[in-house]
């Protein structure tokens, strides 16, 4: 607020109407919901000012060499050096890792970082253990692709009721389905209850869900859904809830986006762009704000065609609107089922990528 306050009293010094503005942003600043948005704005001006300073230095230093000896080449020489260094004056950058310097040091911090780092599992044994260290790490983003109907957002439920049962606290962000029926689905797959009569095994089911072993009842927050609007939410919104959710105690482990596709596009850019630069910012918010992120997409209508024998599988080429979606992602995942698997209740899984870890089985 105090940013916004200093930019209208510089902007508008001169105008009389300046204490109806201040009012008016004021109330305006009653409503506002806290974002990322500051951060870049205070770098880009913190560095400029710094530019500039560095310029006036410069030009200050250089009128003093000029006063000395004006004639000597060497003067123009040092005039040259401080004017180039200003012009070279930007934010810092760490120098990066000294390859021959740490080797051994990286294979110690190998040990510790295996038994600190906080896993998070797709709760199938046969997937989990070709996964390096066993499972994902906070900031890294997986996505499972499947047709509508197969299964997508049961497999995403499967995943957050797996890393609950493990003692991570998570946020299950629906933009399809209504916040009782995932909660209704979270019930059947955290106590073994059929989703199709619930309510028949309600009283079973509240002791299930008050004795699970694993989940991390100390928390303020184990566990939250939260719906938005389909294609209304950007990655901006998921960033400024998360904010929001932190005021009320709730540090979330893990984040549940279902899903991409419902997202809202981005606006100038066309859908395939979007998608793909969607999925590159979501990368980029796991890594923010310390998050492992599980997605889902949809693939295209050749894929529909290529499940119907045990032998076709969805792979990369199968992505709607964009192959460039999987570049970002950590770990990719396509669930089939054709008709026959439909009525025996079974289905297959693809391992279209994993970036740690085996791939294309």
């Not at 962000?173 to 209850?193: C, H, Q, W």
């Not at 979330?252 to 793909?276: C, H």
């Not at 460039?324 to 297959?348: A, F, V």
Request: proline content about 2%.
């Amino acid at each position: 607020k105090d940013f916004i306050v200093q930019e209208m009293k510089s902007s508008l010094k001169d105008n009389k109407a300046l204490p109806y503005y201040l009012g008016e942003m004021n109330t305006i600043y009653d409503y506002f919901k806290p974002g990322l948005d500051a951060r870049e704005y205070l770098q880009d001006k913190i560095t400029y000012f710094a530019k500039i300073q560095a310029v006036k230095q410069a030009f200050h230093n250089s009128l003093k060499e000029i006063d000395k000896n004006p004639e000597s080449e060497e003067t123009w020489n040092k005039i040259y050096e401080m004017m180039r260094d200003s012009m070279t004056t930007h934010q810092n950058f760490d120098i990066g890792l000294d390859y021959f310097k740490t080797y051994q040091q990286r294979y110690a911090d190998m040990v510790s970082d295996e038994e600190t780092k906080d896993r998070f599992i797709m709760g199938c044994e046969t997937i989990d253990k070709n996964i390096c260290g066993g499972g994902f790490i906070r900031g890294e983003i997986i996505s499972i692709v499947a047709d509508s109907g197969v299964g997508k957002s049961v497999m995403l439920a499967c995943i957050a009721g797996t890393n609950l049962l493990r003692g991570k606290r998570g946020v299950y962000i629906t933009l399809e389905l209504a916040e009782s029926k995932v909660a209704n689905r979270m019930d059947a797959i955290l106590t073994g209850f059929p989703v199709q009569n619930l309510y028949g095994h309600r009283e079973s089911i509240f002791e299930e869900l008050a004795n699970l072993d694993g989940v991390d009842y100390e928390s303020k927050i184990p566990f939250v859904i939260k719906q938005f609007p389909a294609g209304s939410a950007t990655v901006n919104t998921i960033r400024a809830y998360i904010s929001q959710i932190r005021f009320h105690g709730f540090d979330p482990d893990f984040l549940i986006i279902d899903y991409v596709g419902e997202m809202a596009d981005i606006e100038g850019m066309k859908t395939y762009e979007s998608r793909e630069k969607t999925i590159s910012l979501l990368r980029g918010l796991a890594t923010e704000e310390n998050v492992f992120i599980a997605t889902a997409m949809q693939p295209n209508r050749g894929a529909k065609e290529e499940q119907k024998t045990t032998s076709g599988r969805i792979d990369s080429n199968h992505l709607a609107d964009s192959y460039g979606q999987i570049r970002p992602l950590d770990g990719c995942y396509s669930i089939m089922q054709n008709d026959s698997e439909k009525m025996l209740g079974i289905g297959r899984m693809y391992v279209i990528k994993q970036r740690e870890g085996l791939s294309r089985y």
